[in-house]
């Protein structure tokens, strides 16, 4: 596609539920990146995907958060048992190559009441 | 904890000013890079500079990157109510340069 697709843009989930959050890269671009954003506060690194590999995966908060990446497009973020600290925008980074920019999805607003 | 941190946090100016952002990190880099935020939502990229670069300008923004101080600033020139956004810088380390590291950001205000 044309820029990097985030869905849904928005959820509200309840507390204990279980969400999934997807991100469709700009075809072509081998490396996709999740990072959290809480209200006013920095980018939080939590995964990157090189391919369909995932060589670092030491930002993720917890074991309650999973991601996946497959056929080296899609990927998805997948959070069990959702807390209100879960509260947070999630946005999704593609770029083609090293030391290439990165292009940003619009994020998922996500609301844990 | 977070390879870049921006300082100010905060900066208001009068618009035609010049706004000076900085940004220091811990260990070596391959580049840096700085986005600009507008609303909370997706970055867009501004600028990209090399380790090996000193000095970089796109237009109305100068970046300077010092590696034996680990430090980078963000110049933008003759400001306008546009350039009002959050601003990043983002550091790719030398170890491992797909991680790609955001630091906290400073809020640029332009008064009109």
């Known amino acids: 596609g044309a820029g990097v697709s985030q869905s849904p843009s928005n959820k509200v989930t309840e507390k204990g539920k279980d969400v999934e959050l997807r991100c469709d890269p700009i075809s072509g671009h081998t490396a996709l990146y999740w990072y959290r954003q809480s209200l006013g506060q920095g980018l939080e690194f939590l995964i990157y995907f090189q391919g369909n590999s995932a060589p670092d995966k030491s930002g993720l908060p917890s074991d309650r958060f999973s991601a996946e990446r497959t056929g080296g497009s899609v990927s998805t973020l997948t959070i069990q048992r959702t807390q209100q600290e879960d509260s947070a925008v999630y946005l999704c980074?593609?770029?083609?190559?090293?030391?290439?920019?990165?292009?940003f999805g619009s994020g998922t607003q996500l609301s844990v009441l | 904890s977070q390879q870049g941190e921006e300082d100010p946090q905060a900066l208001s100016i009068q618009e035609g000013e010049n706004a000076t952002m900085n940004c220091s990190y811990k260990t070596s880099i391959n580049n840096l890079q700085w986005y600009r935020q507008n609303s909370g939502r997706g970055l867009v990229h501004l600028i990209l500079?090399?380790?090996?670069?000193r000095e970089k300008h796109s237009g109305r923004l100068r970046v300077t990157l010092d590696t034996s101080k680990k430090s980078s600033s963000l110049l933008i020139t003759a400001s306008r109510a546009a350039d009002t956004a959050s601003y990043f810088c983002?550091?790719?380390?030398?170890?491992?340069?797909?991680?790609?590291?955001f630091g906290s950001g400073t809020r640029l205000s332009i008064r009109p």
């Open positions: 980074a593609s770029r083609q190559g090293a030391n290439e920019k990165l292009f």
């Open positions: 983002a550091t790719a380390r030398y170890s491992s340069a797909s991680k790609i590291i």
């Open positions: 500079i090399r380790s090996n670069e």
